[in-house]
């Protein structure tokens, strides 16, 4: 099916095309979209979208990506521009929290427990800890149109935390 899609989708005609700047590179990317043939049988599918994604960094080689969807929205109920900004959000969840988890909370190089409730309770205090740092990234003042990155916001927590804990010791010795 993916091969049937992206032949259809390479000699569709480009929809919607996006430009935007993104940590210094331009990322281009365009929206074609097909009627799935009949005789191919998933049940509710009624469109292929591709989206070829193209960023361009001074001084090195154009990078490629191809992205192909399958959908059950009727033709005709989402723009192409609809169509990019579902896809845009896709992407946003794994590059959100996904990401953060990974990365910033390190959560895929350490082993919390291997027996018992602890790898439960240790993904329930470490997704706690994620969304209290995106609820603070998310009402702190913009920076440059931007949000804080997680580090920063992580760091400020830690600030507060420290400052809060220090003030209970101040008043515990009054």
């Known amino acids: 099916m993916y091969s049937v899609a992206t032949d259809l989708l390479n000699k569709a ?3 919607k095309t996006t430009e935007e700047r993104y940590k ?9 979209r097909v009627d ?4 191919i049988e998933f049940s509710g599918a009624t469109q292929f979208v591709g989206v070829r994604q193209t960023t361009i960094e001074a001084g090195k080689e154009d990078k490629i990506e191809n992205r192909v969807f399958i959908t059950s929205s009727p033709k005709g109920e989402l723009t192409a521009s609809d169509l990019l900004k579902l896809v845009r959000l896709h992407w946003g969840i794994e590059n959100n929290s996904n990401w953060t988890l990974d990365v910033i909370f390190d959560e895929d190089s350490r082993s919390p427990c291997y027996v018992g409730y602890g790898s439960i309770i ?8 994620y969304n209290l ?3 603070f990234r998310s009402r702190l ?3 440059d149109n931007r949000y804080q990155s997680f580090s920063r916001c992580m760091e400020l ?3 507060a935390m420290l400052i809060y804990v220090d003030g209970i010791s101040n008043t515990a010795t009054e």
């Open 157 to 159: 927590i830690y600030q």
């Open 133 to 135: 740092v995106s609820s």
């Open 24 to 32: 210094g590179k331009i990322v281009r990317r365009e929206l074609r």
């Open 13 to 15: 005609e480009v929809l």
């Open 122 to 129: 240790y993904s329930f205090l470490l997704t706690l800890a």
């Open 141 to 143: 003042p913009l920076k």
């Open 36 to 39: 799935v043939p009949d005789d």
